[in-house]
């Protein structure tokens, strides 16, 4: 996205001004373009039994990266939270003998690359293992989702919320969008249902949907007053 709106270039134009890096980001490894693509979003690696889930996704899969993701154990599965980060979903999955990749039903319109990995959870919850759980929390995708990892943060419990829970500069508090481009607030209806979702939940810990954009500590009570600030500011 530039001035003039969207440009669209080829995987080969972006592998040639782009590279994969990777680098731990608050105990997990996170990975991005280097220089920033687009929105500039990195993918996180959660680890489980063995592999790793990619959480949200990057628009460029190289070799080198895919290297290094083997060395840590692999791709058992992809989620992603929402369409924007769609990305590269194929070829990471492909890397990775057809990894499969979660993405919601409601969002099932934007899928501009249809892949036979691809599965369409459907409902609220979908449990990919026994210590990691996709939420429908809706935002501004009707199926936009997080990911709960009750094992993260030394056993207190992680939320992964991409930007669905944009967490703020200070990493205090985070906030709802429905446009980022265009600086258009989520509606208190929506708001209040991702709040109802992630109630019952319990963790310690945010991670966002860029470097550094995590509540490293005391995050169940920064959401509950999150949405007590956003819900007062937009009455």
Request: aromatic share 10%; glycine share 10%; proline share 4%.
């Amino acid at each position: 996205m530039n001035w003039k709106g969207q440009t669209f270039l080829s995987r080969e134009a972006l592998a040639a001004r782009c590279r994969v890096v990777w680098r731990d980001d608050l105990g997990l490894t996170g990975l991005s373009l280097d220089p920033g693509f687009a929105i500039g979003q990195r993918a996180l690696l959660v680890p489980d039994g063995g592999g790793c889930v990619m959480w949200d996704c990057i628009p460029l899969a190289t070799t080198e990266a895919i290297e290094h993701v083997r060395s840590l154990g692999g791709l058992k599965a992809i989620a992603i939270s929402h369409p924007h980060y769609y990305g590269a979903l194929a070829d990471w999955s492909e890397a990775f003998g057809d990894a499969p990749v979660y993405l919601h039903a409601d969002d099932r319109q934007w899928v501009t690359r249809p892949h036979r990995a691809i599965e369409h959870w459907t409902g609220d919850s979908h449990r990919l293992s026994d210590e990691i759980t996709l939420l429908r929390s809706g935002g501004h995708f009707a199926g936009a989702s997080m990911l709960h990892w009750p094992r993260g943060a030394d056993g207190k419990g992680a939320l992964l919320t991409g930007d669905i829970a944009q967490v703020t500069m200070d990493r205090r508090f985070v906030s709802f969008m429905y446009s980022y481009p265009n600086y258009t607030p989520l509606n208190a209806a929506a708001v209040r249902r991702i709040a109802g979702v992630v109630a019952p939940l319990a963790f310690d810990r945010i991670y966002g949907a860029w470097w550094g954009r995590n509540i490293a500590g005391g995050a169940r009570a920064a959401f509950d007053a999150s949405v007590a600030r956003y819900l007062a500011a937009i009455a």
